[in-house]
């Protein structure tokens, strides 16, 4: 069967399930969207506002849904639009596949209309890049580039295919693809038993747990480990809901804003087991005082994530899912009666706490938790409300929170809120941003208005940029350098210009009828909801500081007077 580099393009989609595309069309990739219009009753075809829109948008419906998120961009602006969005998925480990047209081939490398090169910008930011330059390549290319993209530790994935590639033919013959499996080549049977007597001997375990437990669907074999080892557990950003976070034993994030309970509990802890996490930065603080009285286990997927930021005294390579598996097989029940007690003590002594009067960023968190029982998918911006976020909606289940956590994305939530609504139309979805970060990529509530979304976005709006903000309060003798955002917008207005409905909440009365008038509606909804601005995200563990260094606001005041 003869077929243009473009009709194989889509061919290839088709074959590997692909049934979302987010992008931005162009000059260069014009033959793949004419092919993709004969093909549009199987595959659904997203126009964002900006192609940066299109990389969050594959990315939340990836995170979401636990398959390959899907974008194109044209040649030059269109492909660098995306950088910023394949750069976020790199970060957190997310399965993308980018696919760019670019130049006909005779033209490349002579800085012709729209040339870029694409896979030369991208290489450090992707797990693999391709340029194809042969259209009897293009097929195999692209079946690769899927399954790079699910192996081992996911990431995005660049295929950057030429104009005259897309228009050429060649013989095409269609695969069946196979599922990807999951990786245990490296881990060992002496391994494994180092690892059971490690936690054998324990007298206080803390499991720690990351984005790995959720990304290898953990989430069964993670709730009979931690029953069968008796211990509490803490998590990263990127591993809520790999835990049940209403349970007794969740003790709340570890790091800088993490709970007094975890950040205190794995610095007196005996054994540390590290499963599917990184150690970053931001989670370990000063990191020659990071659990400095235990010996710490890793289980990990990804070699390279070893001994790179913490030294750790044992580890288990392989699916985090397949490594539970069978640590569960060799592990009798144990008990660590003292010790789980002394941590719930903890919590009962260091609870999450907030002003009790007026509108905020916790209260409106947690009543958006209350009005949706907990079942909604929350996705978020980066700063204060994705802090609060985090630390005030309890997430019972894995990919219900949809965020940037290495990059730090300022303009990530509302495209990778529209990419998480079409992936699970059934789910409430409801991205928090700050109004510096909603500012960044609002016009994606046009693409919303489109699509006839019934995603809600609440503007949590402190008219500053508040983390940015809390740190020159707290580090730079108050001195708000470009941080106060005292211009004129008007965010209801904007949204009901971009055919959306628009409500102003200004206290908790306000607020509470906004959620539950846009909880009833099936078009997008923007609450714009305004708080103090100097509202701050407690506890707080200052840089270069150990995290058993954990202060609230509490402590601050006492430390002053």
Not at 229 to 237: I, Q, R
Request: net charge negative; hydrophobic share 40%.
């Amino acid at each position: 069967m003869q077929l243009t580099g473009a009709q194989i393009v889509i061919e290839c989609l088709k074959e590997q399930g692909v049934d979302t595309i987010f992008g931005y069309p162009g000059g260069a990739i014009l033959n793949v969207y004419d092919e993709l219009y004969k093909h549009r009753n199987e595959i659904r075809h997203v126009l964002t506002s900006h192609e940066q829109g299109a990389s969050h948008a594959a990315d939340g419906y990836a995170r979401s849904t636990g398959k390959v998120g899907v974008c194109f961009a044209t040649s030059g602006p269109g492909a660098t639009n995306l950088v910023t969005g394949i750069a976020t998925a790199y970060m957190d480990s997310v399965p993308m596949v980018a696919i760019t047209c670019n130049v006909t081939v005779p033209l490349l490398g002579k800085d012709s209309f729209q040339e870029i090169d694409i896979a030369g910008i991208t290489t450090p930011i992707t797990k693999h890049n391709f340029i194809v330059t042969d259209v009897k390549e293009l097929a195999d290319v692209i079946r690769r580039a899927f399954r790079i993209a699910q192996t081992g530790r996911p990431g995005p994935v660049l295929v950057d295919i030429p104009k005259d590639i897309t228009a050429q033919k060649t013989e095409y013959k269609a695969k069946e693809i196979q599922p990807v499996e999951r990786l245990t080549q490296k881990m060992t049977e002496e391994d494994i038993e180092q690892a059971v007597s490690y936690i054998r001997h324990a007298k206080k375990p803390y499991i720690f747990v990351g984005g790995g437990a959720v990304i290898s669907e953990a989430s069964e074999e993670l709730k009979e480990f931690v029953e069968l080892v008796d211990a509490p557990v803490t998590d990263t950003l990127m591993g809520k809901g790999a835990y049940d976070g209403t349970g007794e034993r969740y003790t709340g994030m570890l790091g800088m804003h993490g709970t007094k309970t975890s950040n205190l509990g794995v610095s007196e802890c005996d054994l540390l087991i590290a499963i599917g996490v990184r150690f970053s930065d931001r989670v370990i603080g000063n990191a020659k005082k990071f659990a400095h009285h235990a010996k710490i286990l890793q289980f990990d997927v990804d070699p390279a994530e070893v001994n790179k930021n913490i030294v750790v005294d044992a580890c288990v390579m392989g699916d985090v899912r397949e490594i539970l598996k069978r640590v569960n097989e060799r592990l009798e029940p144990m008990e660590h009666k003292e010790w789980m007690e002394h941590i719930l003590e903890y919590k009962k002594q260091y609870p999450l706490t907030y002003h009790p009067q007026g509108l905020s960023g916790p209260y409106m968190i947690e009543k958006i938790y209350e009005l949706t029982n907990g079942d909604a998918t929350i996705v978020t911006e980066v700063g204060q409300h994705q802090m609060w976020s985090a630390q005030f909606y309890k997430y019972s289940k894995p990919r219900t929170l949809i965020t940037s956590g290495g990059l730090g994305t300022m303009g990530y939530g509302l495209g990778a809120a529209i990419g998480a609504q079409i992936g699970n139309p059934e789910k409430t979805v409801i991205n928090i941003a700050g109004d510096g970060c909603f500012r960044m990529n609002m016009n994606e509530i046009a693409t919303a208005v489109r699509e006839q979304l019934p995603l809600i976005q609440v503007v949590v709006n402190n008219h500053v940029l508040g983390m940015v903000r809390q740190w020159q309060d707290l580090f730079y003798e108050q001195r708000y350098s470009a941080t106060v955002l005292n211009d004129a917008v008007d965010f209801v207005k904007m949204a009901e210009a971009m055919g959306a409905t628009g409500i102003r909440a200004t206290n908790r009365e306000e607020f509470d009828a906004a959620m539950k008038q846009a909880l009833t509606m099936k078009t997008p909804v923007v609450i714009d909801a305004i708080i103090d601005c100097d509202d701050k995200v407690w506890p707080m563990v200052a840089p270069g500081a150990a995290i058993s260094e954990v202060f609230t606001e509490e402590d601050l005041e006492k430390k002053e007077r």
